[in-house]
């Protein structure tokens, strides 16, 4: 089954990147506030650059300077399963320690060259 992994990371923002194994790399999406745990919390989750899937297991700082650069630590990671995947709308079934059970990714718009999806918990 293809992986998840949810960094959390102290950059010049604290915010978390939800990333999806998918076509080979680690799709991303920052998530300011975070992976809703519960249905019924809509979260802003803006698409960022693709990362190498070995990046998965990163914890670390990235150095002052560097891009991103701050404290990351893994939140939460696992596998999960595709079960619906359109160009604008990707529905998953996450098996994580914390995340758990259906997930909605829906694009909402592109503003200022940025991709804002919603990320959400769908009531199963
Ligand atoms: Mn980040």
Do not use: C, N
Request: glycine content about 10%; overall charge negative; cysteine-free.
């Amino acid at each position: 089954m293809p992986t998840f992994v949810v960094h959390e990371h102290w950059a010049t923002a604290h915010h978390f990147d939800f990333r999806l194994e998918m076509d080979g790399v680690l799709k991303s999406w920052a998530v300011p506030k975070g992976p809703p745990l519960e249905s019924g919390t809509k979260r802003l989750a803006i698409a960022v650059e693709d990362h190498a899937l070995e990046y998965g297991s990163f914890e670390g700082t990235i150095p002052e300077g560097g891009y991103g650069a701050g404290k990351v630590t893994i939140w939460d990671r696992g596998e999960y399963v595709l079960m619906e995947r359109e160009p604008h709308m990707i529905l998953i079934d996450i098996q994580g320690a914390r995340l758990r059970g259906p997930y909605v990714l829906i694009f909402m718009k592109e503003e200022r060259g940025q991709e804002q999806w919603l990320l959400f918990k769908k009531s199963s």
